[in-house]
Every structure is written in structure tokens, then in C-alpha cells.
């Protein structure tokens, strides 16, 4: 490696100490604003850049990978999913590509459990009320949600986070089941007390809440499609902060419209940031802004973990969370 700085480029900001430390280590670019860069800036900074560092929402695809200079060798992604990212084609061009995995387990699954508790319960329904200043005070029939405790809950993908959320819904008496492309070892099982169903449709026609937390792939697009959704039960509760592309939006929508489902909390969206007008509508229906993973905490230590892959990099070695062909 030569023994100049390398040049970094970050398409967005980042926390204070984050940006501070890659300014010490490399000649780093920084970003003014918080606004996302443009197709035509990223392509840019990727023909001048050593390194870039991207963030979940700036699609790297072949195309800007094909404009890449003969400089860039690595694309350190401020983020655990990479389906933004062409791996594939990167690999093709000698360019490595890093992400931050292992970080926001923890965060992620404490939303899970308050979009179920939010749901359930009608917090955002109370909140409304209070923040209007009508509560004309307590009533025995008001607001009344269910209580979690009992309730069957089924885990799409049990990962990392998955299991992290079986051990909340644990400790507040829900029933765990899962379905994974991996049955978990015996003794995972038995701590988790959970039930795996090798088929999905058969879950999913007997779960309270459903909790979407598999990644986005060619084979989990639309997962939970129209035809799906429809096995679930008509009281049924479904959450996803995961990616929004696992479910039919359209048809999740049209369901909830027609009380054919008892509600849904939702980080992700199918298409961004453009969220299905229809809907903000529904009472029955918790919407938040992909803040699963928002916590000081958890993207200080992403940072930290983009700046030990490009310091490693830079020395020659293996950056520590290389994405390689197998895990894609």
C-alpha cells in the first residue's frame, strides 16, 4: 500500500467523533449538509476516491461501478445491508466491499417489540388524543388494545436479530416461532423455547404477530405477498424492520383498508422513503421514519467499525468485515 493518506470520501454526515477521527486517520472528504448526494456526485468521487463510504440509501450498482477510477479499491458501507451495493461487480473491478454487521442487533430489536407494544396497545391513538388536548379523562371502554403476553409470535429470518427479538418477546410472555432457511441448533432452540415451521404459509396462518427479519434478497422480494398475507389471521399483527421490499406494500395497504388485518408497524417501506399515502390514514397502523437503528450509540460504533476496516485496509490486511461471494 503507498504510505500517503488515503482519500475517503462520505456521501453523508456522520457523528461528530466519527467524522473527527476519519479526518485524523485519512484525507477525508466531508459532507456540509445532510443531504443525500447525487448519482452524478457519487460517480464522481468514486473516480478520484481510495476509498468510499457509502450509506444504506446511495445505490452503488454496475453502472456507477463501471465509472469507477483505477483509485478506488475499496467501498467501506456505513451500514450492515449491502442489497444497495453490486458486490458482484465490484469484486469483478478488484474493489472490496466492508460493512458494519453485529451493531444494531440490539437497537433493532427494542423497536420491534415498541411497534408491537404500539399496535397492540393504541399507544400512537392515545398520543394523538393528548397531543390535541381532548382527553376528557379515564373511561373503562377507551383505547382498549390486547395484552402480549400469550400471543404467538412468528420471526422471518432468525439471524442475529431475530433471536435477540425472541428473547425480548421472552420476557413478555409471548410465544416464539420462527421461519429461517436454517433450522437453529437444538440447544438455541430450546433456550429461545421456540418453534421452528419449515413452512412459511403454515406459520403464518397461526401467528398473533408476525416480525419481518430477514434480509432483502431476489428470493425474499414480496415474500410476504398478497397471497400470504391473506393466511393470516384477520386480528393479526404485522411488523417489519428489516426491508421494506419483503412485503407487498400494495397488498398489505388494501388489507389493512378492509379489516382483513388487525394492524401493522412498519420502519421499512417498499419504495424508500415514499410511503403508500394511504397509509398515514389508519389508526391501526404505526409508521416510522427507518429509525430502527437510530441510536447515538449504535452509529458511533458503526463508524468506528468503517474506520477499523479502512485503517486495516490500509495496512495491508484483510478489512475485518470483507463481504465475501459466500454470504451473499
Known sequence: MPSERLSVVVTR?????????????????????DAPMSRDDIGAAMRRADVLVPTVTDQVDAGLIGQAGDRLKLIACFGAGID??????????????????????????????????SVTRKI?????VMQAGSWQGW??????????????????????????????????????HYHNRKRLRPEVEEQLEATYWESLDQMVSRMDVVSVNCPHT?????????RRLKL???????VNTSRGEVIDENALTRMLRAGELGGAGLDVYEHGFKVNPRLREMPNVVLLPHMG??????????????????????????PPDLIVPSML
Open 218 to 226: 431476489p428470493s425474499t422480494f414480496h415474500l410476504m405477498n398478497a
Open 13 to 33: 454526515r456522520l457523528p461528530e467523533v466519527v467524522e473527527t477521527r476519519l479526518k485524523e486517520l485519512f484525507d477525508a472528504e466531508l459532507r456540509e449538509d
Open 232 to 238: 393470516m389471521k384477520p386480528d393479526a399483527v404485522i
Open 124 to 128: 400512537p391513538e392515545g398520543l394523538s
Open 293 to 318: 437503528s437510530a441510536t447515538q450509540e449504535g452509529r458511533v460504533e458503526m463508524g468506528e467499525k468503517v474506520i477499523i476496516n479502512i485503517k486495516t485496509y490500509q495496512d495491508g490486511h484483510r
Open 84 to 117: 444497495n451495493i453490486d458486490v458482484a461487480t465490484a469484486r469483478q473491478r478488484g474493489i472490496l466491499v466492508s460493512n458494519t454487521p453485529d451493531v444494531v442487533t440490539d437497537d433493532t430489536a427494542d423497536m420491534v417489540l415498541a411497534l408491537i407494544l
Open 139 to 176: 373511561a373503562p371502554t377507551a383505547f382498549l388494545g390486547g395484552r402480549v403476553a400469550g400471543r404467538r409470535l412468528g420471526i422471518l429470518g432468525m439471524g442475529r436479530i431475530g433471536q435477540a427479538v425472541a428473547r425480548r418477546a421472552q420476557a413478555f410472555g409471548m410465544q416464539i
